[in-house]
């Protein structure tokens, strides 16, 4: 089987040059490619800026508090503050088992077919 011979710059290669994930041969000829054109090397430099900024990017909350914040606010609209909130159901319980519970103020009755 013949080695393969890079010609065209895609993403993918892009991409395994700036993860460093290339064969020393495969990233020398990435690195030509880049530097012979300015067409490649726009294409490089966008790449990696748009790279280094996902890899720099530090949340200031984390999604789990997001999460919590929302629904502690749409829970107000329904409960007021000091009440207890709405329960949240496991995957596995059925619309029915959980209509049944007595903590919700709504009952099987309340159930209609579609």
Excluded: C, H, W
Aim: glycine share 4%; hydrophobic share 35%; no cysteine.
């Amino acid at each position: 089987m013949k080695p393969r011979k890079i010609t065209l710059l895609t993403r993918e290669l892009i991409i395994g040059f700036i993860e460093g994930k290339l064969s020393k041969s495969d990233a020398q000829i990435v690195e030509e490619l880049i530097n012979s054109s300015d067409r490649d090397f726009t294409k490089f430099s966008t790449l990696y800026n748009s790279y280094k900024e996902m890899q720099d990017v530090k949340l200031e909350k984390t999604p789990a508090t997001l999460i919590k914040k929302a629904k502690e606010i749409l829970y107000d609209d329904f409960y007021p503050r000091g009440k207890e909130r709405v329960p949240e159901f496991p995957p596995s319980q059925s619309v029915r088992q959980v209509a049944d519970r007595a903590d919700l103020p709504f009952g099987e009755s309340d159930i209609k077919p579609l």
